[in-house]
């Protein structure tokens, strides 16, 4: 039988009008430290983010997309959080925010492959069903 990791994740939003709490879902952060594995993924479908939020400034968005993603890659670019040990990234990154890049609430899985628990979490939770 395979050895069944135990991981937490979160799933990234943008959230254009905190206000109104309506947020779209362009990616997640698993972590899963008995693979030791720390890792982000970003999707953003430009189009239903435009249709849902005509007035948001994506290149202003970026960036901070981008730093989470290098947060959990531990670059040294990305300043003393990257440094960290991953489980202290991870819990950074998931601390909860009243900003237009928010993360929701963490949950926890069990997988037997944790190298692709990130694709399927983009699938079930980001990309809109075809």
Partial sequence: MPTLHTYDYAVIRVVPRVEREE???VGVIVSCPGAR????????????LRAFAPTLDLQALQP?????????????AAGPIAQ?????????????????VQVSPTHVGRTAQP??????LLQRMVRVPR
């Fill in 84 to 100: 960290l040990p991953p489980r202290a990234r991870f819990h950074f990154l998931t601390a909860r925010r009243s900003a237009v």
């Fill in 64 to 76: 901070w997309l981008d730093a989470i993603v290098a947060i959990c890659r531990g670059d040294a």
């Fill in 37 to 48: 594995h720390l890792q982000a993924a970003i999707e953003i479908d430009e189009a239903r």
């Fill in 115 to 120: 190298e692709r628990i990130v694709e399927h």
């Fill in 23 to 25: 947020f779209i879902n």
